[in-house]
């Protein structure tokens, strides 16, 4: 069970939907508390359930591999890099593959990150590629190269006025400046990997006795070379009592 004490951000804070703002970019990927536990959960799902966790189109093979490169020139405090091997702030080693670009991120940054694109003739950005190791009611495999609109369903609060205002920060973001959001989830279960498929809302847990909230810190950036849109998800899990006190 790996847990998290503090949060990056004010729970006591509530904005309308979809609820963001802009962060600095040396704070779009951080490190917390619990990066050596939720690492070694990522090495072993992207081990032994790769298929579940990992999902590249050709379409977006140029996305991740610049994904990478904006990666390693953004990682927080307590990464060294030595060539092609790179030293996590836990003391792990991982190998640079650029053969595997998304892989690779799996192991090295906590925030699963998923890529998003918008051809010619598309009304909405498409998921294209990530690697998303703690999903919280998704499967990968259903989202694939679907539309936001699809990738939501079936979020009843993702109405068509939301969307249109979803699709416009897609539209809207720029290179170098990210957008910060988060979420609020109440869990019995604690565990990281939670793939669903919920059915709908009333499946989650109840928010009056659940004994751990999960919350979502989900960033948007766009690459510059590519101009794909990265959403970058960093999950925290805490107690009840924790979460209770930090919303007040």
Known sequence: MTLQERLPFDLSVSRPLPNI?????????????????????????????RDAVLALSERARPSADELLEVVLSHLPNGFARDGARVTRPDGGQVTLNRADPLGTLGRLVQEDLCLLEK????????????????PAGWRLAQKMMRPLTEIHVPIPEYDAALAARVQRLFDGVQPGRPLMRFNRLWYDDPMLFQPGPRRDNDDRSDPETAPYFRTERQCLLRLPETRAVVFSIHTYVIDRARALALSA
């Open 21 to 49: 703002g802009p962060v600095p970019m040396s704070d779009w990927l951080l490190v917390d508390e619990a990066y050596a536990g939720q690492m070694a959960a990522r090495e072993r799902l992207l081990e032994t359930n």
């Open 119 to 134: 051809r010619d003739g598309e009304a909405e950005h498409v998921l294209t590629g990530a690697v998303l190791c703690f």
